[in-house]
């Protein structure tokens, strides 16, 4: 069977709805109508990061940059917490950094848990437009529930790298993937002494390796509190390995999607042949 594409009008309903869960979780699916969907993505990824910068002294602007013209200030940039776009313009204007205040990190005993929280929110943020965009299809072409959306099978692969595929009984892609990128990324935090995977340390390579989800999350928390009185002799490949986990992680999550997404319009194919 060829490879069967959405229609030029659900693409488009897909990009707004993308466009908008950036901008703030959970607006994709209020659009949609999906009221308590909207309520938790949004619920869910504001606590994650206020709570974060509460916990942390605020010391994510740290590793913000502000853009703007002269002493102007527009935007911050913070990776990943500006996948929750709107949430992080707010609390870059609302707090101030306690390291910049005058306080040493050291002094701050939640900073990594608060790190990982707001960069969960991030990460949660860029997920959530996915199963906002899942849920465009759901609508227009709709099948029953027994059906994984392409939405909840990119979700499922933060949760565990490979599940969102084994979830549309792809079990062999499932071990593939997942195992590759679980392997990569156990290999890279034993390479690094489990002590690679820390923001302050390496703040551009962590943003890669929170995308591979909850089991990176739990690392982070363990391997941020590590330290390390000597250079380690292979710490640049283990935080190489960590950090193509991650993004390997966000291309298994598009795949799951798009299979999902094929999967789903083959099954309203095969129904509208059968009821003709």
């Given at each position: 069977?060829?490879?069967?594409?959405?229609?030029?009008?659900?693409?488009?309903?897909?990009?707004?709805?993308?466009?908008?869960?950036?901008?703030?979780?959970?607006?994709?699916?209020?659009i949609l109508g999906?009221?308590?969907?909207?309520?938790?993505?949004?619920?869910?990824?504001?606590?994650?990061?206020?709570?974060?910068?509460?916990?942390?002294?605020?010391?994510?602007?740290?590793?913000?940059?502000?853009?703007?013209?002269?002493?102007?200030?527009?935007?911050?940039?913070?990776?990943?917490?500006?996948?929750?776009?709107?949430?992080?313009?707010?609390?870059?204007?609302?707090?101030?950094?306690?390291?910049?205040?005058?306080?040493?990190?050291?002094?701050?005993?939640?900073?990594?848990?608060?790190?990982?929280?707001?960069?969960?929110?991030?990460?949660?943020?860029?997920?959530?437009?996915?199963?906002?965009?899942?849920?465009?299809?759901?609508?227009?072409?709709?099948?029953?529930?027994?059906?994984?959306?392409?939405?909840?099978a990119a979700v499922?692969?933060?949760?565990?790298?490979?599940?969102?595929?084994?979830?549309?009984?792809?079990?062999?892609?499932?071990?593939?993937?997942?195992?590759?990128?679980?392997?990569?990324?156990?290999?890279?935090?034993?390479?690094?002494?489990?002590?690679?995977?820390?923001?302050?340390?390496?703040?551009?390579?962590?943003?890669?390796?929170?995308?591979?989800?909850?089991?990176?999350?739990?690392?982070?928390?363990?391997?941020?509190?590590?330290?390390?009185?000597?250079?380690?002799?292979?710490?640049?490949?283990?935080?190489?390995?960590?950090?193509?986990?991650?993004?390997?992680?966000?291309?298994?999550?598009?795949?799951?999607?798009?299979?999902?997404?094929?999967?789903?319009?083959?099954?309203?194919?095969?129904?509208?042949?059968?009821?003709?």
């Amino acid at each position: 069977m060829a490879a069967l594409t959405p229609s030029l009008k659900m693409r488009e309903e897909k990009t707004r709805m993308v466009t908008w869960s950036l901008l703030l979780p959970g607006a994709g699916h209020l659009i949609l109508g999906r009221r308590w969907e909207a309520l938790g993505w949004f619920a869910l990824c504001q606590f994650l990061l206020f709570g974060g910068f509460v916990l942390a002294g605020a010391t994510q602007l740290d590793y913000g940059r502000w853009i703007g013209f002269g002493s102007m200030k527009l935007l911050c940039l913070m990776a990943p917490e500006c996948g929750n776009f709107l949430a992080s313009q707010l609390a870059a204007v609302l707090f101030q950094s306690a390291e910049n205040g005058g306080h040493s990190p050291e002094l701050i005993p939640w900073r990594h848990l608060g790190h990982c929280m707001s960069g969960a929110a991030g990460v949660l943020a860029f997920f959530s437009a996915a199963h906002a965009s899942g849920l465009v299809l759901v609508q227009q072409e709709p099948l029953p529930p027994r059906h994984v959306t392409p939405g909840k099978a990119a979700v499922a692969t933060l949760l565990l790298p490979g599940l969102g595929h084994f979830l549309l009984g792809r079990k062999f892609k499932a071990v593939l993937f997942g195992g590759v990128v679980m392997s990569f990324f156990v290999l890279g935090l034993a390479l690094g002494e489990f002590a690679d995977f820390n923001r302050q340390r390496h703040p551009y390579y962590w943003i890669g390796q929170m995308f591979v989800g909850v089991p990176g999350w739990l690392g982070n928390l363990v391997a941020s509190a590590r330290s390390f009185a000597q250079v380690l002799p292979y710490q640049d490949a283990g935080l190489m390995l960590t950090t193509v986990a991650g993004l390997f992680n966000i291309v298994v999550g598009l795949d799951a999607y798009a299979r999902s997404e094929q999967d789903w319009l083959e099954a309203k194919e095969l129904k509208e042949q059968s009821a003709a």
